[in-house]
Nanobody, 124 residues
Framework: QVQLVESGGGLVQSGGSLRLSCVTS????????MGWFRQAPGKEREGVAC???????VYADSVRDRFIISRDNAKATVYLQMNSLKPEDTGNYYC??????????????????RGQGTQVTVSS
């Protein structure tokens, strides 16, 4: 069964950190670019970061220098280390697999398979 399962979300104070994990199964994860996305109520879905098969990374301006995306292909897992969290980082975070568009795209429509997500809430 092809699936992505996220974990690691929670409630954290502004300035805190969280590490999200995305465990993949049913496909060869290291063949694909993988991305993290987030969506807050009433806001557009936003691409946060993506990582290529060889480890190249791309970040949205809103999280650059605070978030780090990484992958462990042996564990078929993608991570998102989130530091210096702000209230505006609040949202449901999910990972996804890119199958369309340009390399290192952060457009959600370029990704097909996605997980249910994990909620991140940052209090001020």
């Amino acid at each position: 069964q092809v699936q992505l399962v996220e974990s690691g979300g929670g409630l954290v104070q502004s300035g805190g950190s969280l590490r999200l994990s995305c465990v993949t199964s049913g496909f060869i994860e290291d063949y694909y670019e993988m991305g993290w996305f987030r969506q807050a109520p009433g806001k557009e879905r936003e691409g946060v970061a993506c990582i290529g098969a060889a480890g190249t990374t791309v970040y949205a301006d809103s999280v650059r220098d605070r978030f780090i995306i990484s992958r462990d292909n042996a564990k078929a897992t993608v991570y998102l280390q989130m530091n210096s969290l702000k209230p505006e980082d609040t949202g449901n975070y999910y990972c996804a697999r890119r199958t369309h568009g340009y390399p290192f795209s952060l457009r959600a429509t370029d990704y097909d398979l996605r997980g249910q997500g994990t909620q991140v809430t940052v209090s001020s």
